[in-house]
């Protein structure tokens, strides 16, 4: 599996790290995170060059992001509108509503890189829930920044065994994955355990 | 303990069997952890071997060799991004055959560079 990915990066070079990272964050289950290691190994050797496989991977993740938001925004409108007919659940939305204007920002900055996995479905969320499309692509930005940062640079910096790093780097993503939501639940249910 | 969960369970028959299945793949991802780091530990492990997506100067920088030496040893020109499938399919042989040629030409810049 990992020698394909990296067998594509190396035969189609930028064009596989753009498309690859664009479909991950719509939730095409495709490994960005291969890719990306790929294409800083491959700038390391001579094979790739940098600023091109970072702008691709970049641009990629920011197109996918936004094109899921939209997604949300506009798909999710109806919903949102049969929804508010009952008051109850018009309550539960604007409690989200305020979830979001709170701490919106951050989810959104943290689903890029450090829970990247959820990131796909943060998008539309944020975008049915309203959160202002220009608060949504800064903090969007941002994230996607240092993802590719920390993945592209890794694979420059280790490139010399890239397959490793890749093992390391998709368990290590589950650990904190796993590790979040156990939290988040935990504490739920910590706080309505009398 | 066991009432507090039994009071838990009667309240969130679907948050706690998430709870649980989330705990136990965190664990799973952490012992995983470990095992990696005492697998990658010994360097015999590290070694990359040579592989058909892997381009020729790729197996350069993973085997810490000058480019030119591989592109030498399979007179390749320069600046291409060659696989050492692409070769192998180029000149009707096999990934094994490019590999040994490739770990024939590693082993030789080495033992000339011994002392470096």
């Known amino acids: 599996m990992t020698d394909l990915i990296f067998g594509l990066v190396a035969s189609h070079g930028i064009a596989i790290i753009l498309g690859i990272t664009f479909?991950?964050?719509?939730a095409v289950p495709v490994p960005s995170s291969f890719v990306m290691l790929a294409g800083g190994a491959f700038v390391s050797s001579g094979d790739l060059t940098g600023w091109q496989v970072v702008v691709a991977a970049f641009g990629g993740a920011v197109l996918g992001d936004q094109l899921g938001y939209e997604f949300g925004r506009?798909?999710?409108?109806?919903?949102?509108?049969?929804?508010?007919?009952?008051?109850?659940?018009a309550q539960v939305l604007n409690r989200s509503r305020g979830l979001i204007d709170r701490w919106g920002g951050r989810a959104v900055?943290?689903?890029?890189?450090?829970?990247?996995?959820?990131?796909?479905?943060?998008?539309?969320?944020?975008?049915?829930?309203g959160m202002g499309r220009l608060r949504f692509a800064a903090f969007g930005w941002a994230g996607e920044a240092v993802w590719v940062?920390?993945?592209?640079?890794?694979?420059?910096?280790?490139?010399?065994?890239?397959?490793?790093?890749a093992e390391l780097a998709g368990n290590l993503m589950?650990?904190?994955?796993?590790?979040s939501i156990t939290v988040l639940l935990g504490l739920f249910l910590w706080r309505r355990r009398a | 303990m066991a009432k507090r969960l039994r009071?838990?369970?009667?309240?969130?028959?679907?948050?706690?069997?998430?709870?649980?299945?989330?705990?136990?793949?965190?664990?799973?991802?952490?012992?995983?952890?470990?095992?990696?780091?005492?697998?990658?530990?010994?360097?015999?492990?590290?070694?990359?071997?040579?592989?058909?997506?892997?381009?020729?100067?790729?197996v350069a920088r993973s085997w810490h060799v000058p480019p030119?030496?591989?592109?030498?040893?399979?007179?390749?020109?320069?600046?291409?991004?060659?696989?050492?499938s692409d070769i192998a399919d180029a000149r009707n042989s096999d990934v094994a055959r490019i590999r040994s040629e490739l770990m024939v030409a590693i082993a030789v810049w080495r033992a000339e560079h011994a002392d470096d």
């Open chain 1, 174 to 179: 589950g650990l904190v994955t796993a590790g």
């Open chain 1, 109 to 129: 900055f943290l689903t890029r890189w450090a829970i990247s996995p959820l990131g796909p479905y943060v998008n539309p969320l944020a975008g049915a829930l």
């Open chain 1, 74 to 89: 506009f798909g999710g409108a109806p919903l949102m509108a049969r929804l508010r007919r009952s008051k109850r659940r």
């Open chain 2, 7 to 58: 009071h838990l369970w009667n309240r969130h028959r679907i948050i706690l069997p998430m709870f649980a299945v989330a705990l136990a793949l965190t664990a799973f991802f952490a012992v995983r952890m470990v095992f990696f780091a005492v697998h990658w530990s010994d360097p015999g492990n590290r070694d990359l071997t040579i592989e058909g997506w892997m381009p020729v100067r790729y």
């Open chain 1, 23 to 26: 479909l991950s964050c719509l």
């Open chain 1, 149 to 165: 940062t920390i993945y592209v640079g890794l694979g420059y910096l280790f490139a010399s065994n890239i397959v490793w790093l």
């Open chain 2, 68 to 84: 030119e030496v591989l592109g030498d040893a399979l007179s390749l020109s320069p600046g291409d991004r060659v696989t050492v």
